[in-house]
């Protein structure tokens, strides 16, 4: 008979740790495989937001570390509630989310829908659209940064052909009124191929008896769309819209790569203030009060949304 490798392994192991390994339940096995992962979770993780709480009620500069601490209770907290360049910020960065969400959500959707019906090309196509997805921010900011040049850029000169506006004087990037849209459309190219998954994923779950259900009872396409595909596909579509606006909300790279989201620029999103204040500014503790209120804002929003999402997959 062939030796298998638990026989192996069992035939191995020393008789002492075996009868210790025997006399544990197998909860005590399970938590001796996952405690490593948990503590370094623990480590990565919990142990840097309890710092940066604590750091939060003091002065503490990064650059000044023999500096003596002060702790200043609440008026970090106050000094970035009270500051209006603060919500300035934060108005750009709420105009930046909402935008390239509901752009992607309606672009994404009427992309998946159109790949779910079966056509000839169909996976070239899906595997075109998809490609923005896996280019990196850095490529995708230099890519479109020559795109938008107001001598050479070919988007300038598609926008003349629609406006009649001519292409040499069209600065998109340097545009006080159009420099955030700019960042919205580079954006909206690049992960709109990630809810076009999500959305076609959706799609794809959607048995085909349920529509031919509708057909017996003579329901039309549109009475079909709005009745089966859009509620069976909503709570993807929120998933969707969860994720991009997580990963929105601390934009950064791509706004630095196009515009430089310099100081009091309407482009300057709530990430690009934070790394000011804490590697340029160096006032850490301020920066720390700052994180923090970020991430309570991030966090309340995202467990509101979450109840809302699992109410809808309980219909």
């Not at 008789?15 to 623990?42: C, E, H, K, N």
């Not at 069209?170 to 990630?194: H, K, R, Y």
């Not at 596909?233 to 630095?256: Q, S, Y």
Request: proline share 5%.
């Amino acid at each position: 008979m062939t030796e298998t490798p638990i026989d192996r392994a069992a035939r191995a192991t020393p008789p002492s740790v075996a009868r210790r390994v025997r006399g544990l339940s197998d909860r005590a096995i399970a938590w001796i495989f996952v405690a490593p992962t948990i503590f370094l979770l623990l480590a990565v993780n919990i142990f840097p937001l309890i710092w940066t709480i604590r750091l939060s009620f003091t002065n503490f500069r990064a650059n000044r570390p023999n500096r003596e601490v002060e702790w200043v209770g609440l008026r970090n907290y106050e000094r970035i509630l009270t500051d209006s360049d603060i919500w300035l910020t934060m108005q750009a960065t709420a105009h930046f989310l909402i935008w390239t969400i509901v752009l992607q959500v309606l672009i994404g959707f009427t992309l998946a829908y159109l790949i779910n019906k079966k056509f000839k090309g169909n996976d070239l196509w899906t595997t075109i659209i998809v490609l923005p997805m896996m280019l990196s921010p850095a490529v995708v900011g230099n890519f479109w940064t020559f795109l938008y040049q107001p001598q050479i850029g070919l988007f300038n000169y598609i926008v003349e052909f629609f406006t009649g506006i001519p292409a040499s004087s069209f600065e998109m990037i340097g545009s006080v009124n159009l420099a955030p849209w700019s960042i919205v459309i580079v954006d909206t190219w690049m992960w709109t191929p990630f809810v076009m998954l999500i959305c076609l994923a959706g799609l794809r779950s959607i048995p085909d008896y349920i529509y031919e259900a509708a057909e017996i009872d003579r329901a039309s396409k549109w009475r079909q769309f709005w009745t089966i595909t859009v509620p069976m596909v909503l709570p993807f579509l929120m998933l969707a819209v969860l994720f991009r606006g997580i990963e929105n909300f601390k934009m950064f790279d791509l706004v630095v790569q196009l515009t430089g989201g310099g100081p009091g620029s309407v482009t300057e999103l709530t990430s690009i203030n934070l790394k000011r204040e804490a590697f340029e500014k160096w006032r850490t503790g301020y920066a720390s009060a700052y994180a923090i209120i970020l991430f309570v804002t991030v966090f309340g929003l995202a467990s509101i949304y979450v109840k809302a999402l699992n109410k809808v997959k309980e219909r």
